[in-house]
């Protein structure tokens, strides 16, 4: 009954590497996110899609593209991975972009660079 | 930018001893303050969300209270199960921009 789903939990890769984070939300929410916690816990914003259409892109390398294929979905694909890449990064979703409802997380994906 | 700061950091108190948390923002034209808590390996979990001055919301032993400058989450009679990170945020469009969190510990 997980509200919203991330996939891998854990993901432990070399530098260079390719990888893939997935999430799904069954809340029936318009808005997902994708938020990057650093080592010192500060969350912070990186993309938002509403409807499957991008609306917030904050300053992330392009190394790091996001795709929807559907409202219920957001994926984070990640290329040419550095070390400074490795932090916990959260999905949310929220039932609009210009709502104050509140943003749901999920339980966030530990990447880790080698 | 760091528009949003919370005090302390960190805060150890023993069970039941009452306290408060702080959590400051910059911007004019508030449009939401939110609480979540944050358990270890966990994801943010949403407490509350405040909108205008004055404004107050409770949940067991949590209560939240906002002014034009700044939010409290008030604690009474804390238990060793309510030790956790708790973050303010403010939204800003459609994002939410986090403080930095206070990490509450207590102890029976």
């Known amino acids: 009954d997980t509200a919203v789903s991330q996939t891998p939990k854990y993901l432990v890769t070399q530098m260079g590497n390719d990888k893939s984070i997935k999430c799904e939300q069954n809340?029936?929410?318009?808005?997902m996110y994708w938020y990057k916690q650093d080592s010192k816990k500060f969350l912070k914003i990186m993309f938002s899609?509403?409807?499957?259409?991008?609306?917030i892109n904050e300053t992330v390398p392009n190394r790091f593209s996001p795709k929807s294929p559907d409202k219920a979905h957001l994926n984070l694909h990640i290329n040419s991975l550095e070390l400074g890449d490795s932090a916990v990064y959260f999905c949310?979703?929220?039932?609009?972009?210009?709502?104050?409802?509140?943003?749901?997380f999920g339980d966030g994906t530990r990447l880790s660079i080698l | 930018e760091d528009q949003v700061t919370q005090s302390p950091e960190a805060l150890r108190l023993q069970e039941g001893e009452s306290s408060s948390l702080n959590c400051s923002y910059t911007?004019?034209?508030?449009?939401?303050l939110f609480w979540y808590r944050q358990d270890p390996g966990k994801g943010p979990e949403f407490l509350f969300t405040?909108?205008?001055a004055g404004e107050e919301k409770e949940k067991e032993r949590l209560k939240a209270t906002l002014t034009k400058k700044e939010s409290f989450l008030h604690i009474t009679a804390p238990k060793p199960e309510d030790s956790a990170t708790y973050l303010c945020?403010?939204?800003?469009?459609?994002?939410?921009?986090f403080g930095k969190g206070t990490t509450l510990s207590v102890s029976s």
């Open positions: 949310a979703s929220s039932q609009g972009p210009a709502t104050n409802q509140p943003q749901h």
């Open positions: 809340l029936g929410h318009d808005t």
């Open positions: 945020a403010r939204k800003a469009g459609t994002a939410l921009i």
């Open positions: 899609y509403n409807n499957k259409e991008l609306i």
């Open positions: 911007v004019s034209g508030l449009r939401g």
């Open positions: 405040l909108y205008s």
